[in-house]
Structure formats: C-alpha cells, structure tokens
C-alpha cells in the first residue's frame, strides 16, 4: 500500500510540476516568435527600401560666382534622391539630412523644425504624387549666405536607418 500512495503522490507532483514549466516555458517561447515575427517585418522592410543621390549642385557658376538659380534671394543647394527601392517612402519630413565641407558636415533640420533659422531643407516631388519606387524628391537646403567654392558632402538618412552620400564640389 505504502507503494501505491507514494507513487501515486510522485504522479501528481510530475504533472504540477510540468504545468508550471509549461506554463514558463510557453510564454517565452510566444514571445520570441513574435519578436522574430517582427525583426523579420524590419529586415524585409529594410531589404526593400533603397534611396540613391543622383546629383547634387550649389548656385555656384563654374567661376564660383553666385548664381540666383530660382529667384528666391537665397543661396541654396539642390539634390535629387531617387527611391531605388521596391517601397513606398512616407514620412520625407522624418529623413536626417547632413550637409557640409568634406570633413566638417552638420545635421541640416527640416523647415519645420528650423524655427525660421539658417539653414534648413525643404522638399518637392519632381516625378510622381508620393515617394513612390523610381520617383525623384528634389531637397533644397537654404542658406542666409554664398557658401564658398570647395568639396562638399551630402548624407540622406531614412527613417530605417538607410542612407546614401554624396561628395561634389561647387
């Protein structure tokens, strides 16, 4: 009888015992699917978007001399970025912007963000409603006074951490 009773109490505890680790254990498990669930929507997000600078230029002529292209009483620099990828861009306000003699860039706010102060960017859709795959958004950064004529870098960084640079001179 002694035998029975005893392993009759060692059943019980085997099955408590493995509920609460089931009871561990299945959480856990749930919640790494779902974070794999989501680093994989990240990476196939980031796998599908692509941006490439096509051109970038000053309002320099080719005697450095300022040249006010669009009228505007400003110096400003252009850029085309063309969406390369296989996605929709849709927060172009949200993209960093970094601008500046090679060696000695700075992150250019948004107009927005600017508060009315030099210098900012801004933006326009050259080819399309939104920033569709193969559309193209001309940035222009304003600036209060000529830059001079050197070598200049240009970084575009999407919200997911995506960029692509740019070196041209002016």
Do not use: C
Not at 52 to 68: K, R
Not at 80 to 92: C, D, E, F, M, T
């Amino acid at each position: 009888m002694d035998k029975v009773i005893t392993t009759t109490f060692m059943i019980i505890i085997s099955i408590v015992v493995t509920l609460m680790v089931s009871n561990a254990v299945i959480p856990a498990v749930q919640s790494s699917r779902d974070a794999l669930i989501n680093m994989s929507g990240r990476l196939d997000e980031r796998m599908k978007s692509k941006i490439a600078i096509i051109h970038a230029s000053g309002e320099l002529d080719s005697s450095a001399t300022w040249q006010d292209t669009n009228g505007d009483g400003r110096f400003d620099v252009f850029a085309w970025v063309k969406n390369v990828g296989s996605l929709r861009i849709p927060a172009v306000e949200a993209i960093d912007v970094l601008f500046g003699p090679e060696g000695n860039f700075v992150r250019i706010p948004y107009k927005d963000q600017a508060a009315d102060t030099f210098p900012y960017w801004e933006w326009q859709l050259e080819n399309d409603t939104r920033w569709n795959p193969t559309a193209t958004i001309k940035i222009t950064i304003k600036f209060s006074a000529v830059l001079p004529a050197e070598r200049y870098f240009l970084k575009v960084v999407m919200p997911n951490g995506l960029d692509d640079e740019y070196y041209f001179g002016m």
